[in-house]
């Protein structure tokens, strides 16, 4: 006997039909059309039922389905997201359900439209995931993938810090930071040299830039299709000298944000959802 594995849906918050929750869903449902996932409307607001009607009517080859939730969405919504393909919020997103999210998470802006490239924000610490994402969609949309690598003096500070940290915030994970362009390009190139091997076709950027991490990517969404980075997962001390770009460029971007959670297992069974209603028509 073959076993399938179960379809893992799309899924996009429900916020009661605000200017920033339409674009979401719209932005979702293309993404579910694209993968060939299912659509699922999930949310507290009782009047989601005409969110699915003009959903399907705008998609009618896509299964959308309403999922209410039974109590407050940060907590309600995190074992959804252990079974889930993608997560869709409208920006501006709350910080605990990006930071709690099993599944990538993507912040769509009201006024987001298509532009064409994708841009991931690197650094020596970047989870192989947020790239492995970051390829993924720039193939899927036949797009230009440009990897930034922002830097600035005081590498050695954090090579100091990384020495008292345990893995995986340590010395392992933070790796040599860069205090020159130079160093940073090297870093940058012995980062990319897998995925320019393995995937020839890929139209992949490099570019260092000498500035602050999350401004640099901000500026860049201005005219990307879809900006990528990691979920800051470094430890409260490390986060505190080195910053969390990531974080800032999600509430500040000009496109939609895909936020990278760390590989994780299936943990649905663990967060059971009591008194759930489950999909409904």
């Known amino acids: 006997m073959t076993l399938t594995a179960p379809v893992r849906p799309v899924l996009v918050l429900d916020d009661g039909g605000t200017v920033a929750g339409i674009a979401a869903q719209r932005w979702a449902a293309a993404e579910a059309s694209r993968r060939e996932l299912p659509l699922q409307l999930v949310g507290t607001q009782a009047d989601g039922v005409r969110a699915v009607h003009r959903l399907r009517g705008e998609y009618p080859r896509l299964p959308v389905e309403l999922y209410r939730l039974p109590g407050p969405v940060g907590r309600a919504l995190r074992p959804l997201t252990a079974d889930a393909a993608l997560l869709a919020l409208p920006a501006p997103a709350a910080e605990p359900v990006l930071s709690s999210s099993f599944c990538p998470t993507a912040v769509v802006p009201a006024d987001d439209t298509a532009r064409g490239r994708v841009v991931v924000g690197v650094a020596p610490w970047t989870p192989e995931e947020v790239l492995r994402t970051a390829v993924d969609e720039a193939l899927e949309r036949d797009a230009e993938l440009v990897a930034v690598r922002a830097w600035r003096a005081g590498g050695q500070g ?124």
């Open 158 to 281: 954090l090579r100091d810090l990384a020495r008292l940290l345990p893995n995986p915030f340590g010395a392992e994970r933070i790796g040599g930071v860069g205090d020159t362009a130079e160093e940073a390009q090297r870093e940058l190139d012995q980062l990319l040299s897998p995925w320019r091997i393995g995937y020839p076709d890929l139209r992949l950027h490099p570019l260092v830039v000498h500035g602050d991490a999350a401004a640099v990517l901000t500026m860049l969404s201005v005219d990307a299709e879809l900006l990528v980075v990691g979920r800051s997962g470094r430890g409260a001390l490390l986060r505190a000298v080195a910053g969390a770009p990531g974080d800032d460029a999600v509430a500040a971007a000009r496109c939609p944000v895909l936020v990278v959670p760390e590989p994780a297992p299936p943990r649905r069974e663990m967060l059971a959802l009591p008194g759930s209603r489950g999909p409904t028509g």
